[in-house]
């Protein structure tokens, strides 16, 4: 069963998104390609293809493989315009092809003017 994970993100903006998935959920990052994905969402659904992708070594770095931790880097280019709730999911694929998906949850994508 995957970790429910909410985040909140300021739109336009660095930052970087701590998962922690393991050992105490059984799950080794050793080994395996780690891919992020975040979608529309209608209902806290996934809806159509995904908006913003990361992957292992592509804008996604595991940190701790033996504790379960990776961060997602988002870059301010990947949430310009991006106001509102997306879904989001991580899928861990080991090196004989098994594939689970490990934590998923609501992004939310906040503004970032300043309110007078």
Not at 11 to 25: H, I, K, L, S, W
Request: no cysteine.
């Amino acid at each position: 069963m995957p970790i429910i994970q909410n985040f909140s993100v300021a739109a336009n903006n660095d930052t970087d998104v701590n998962f922690d998935v393991g050992p105490d959920e059984g799950q080794s990052l050793i080994g395996t390609t780690i891919y992020w994905r975040a979608y529309e969402q209608e209902f806290g659904s996934p809806i159509g293809a995904a908006i913003i992708q990361k992957q292992t070594d592509s804008g996604l770095q595991v940190v701790d493989p033996d504790f379960g931790k990776f961060v997602v880097e988002l870059n301010r280019d990947d949430t310009v315009g991006l106001l509102r709730n997306y879904f989001h999911e991580a899928t861990i694929v080991d090196q004989n092809g098994n594939k689970v998906t490990v934590t998923q949850g609501i992004m939310t994508v906040t503004d970032t003017e300043l309110r007078l």
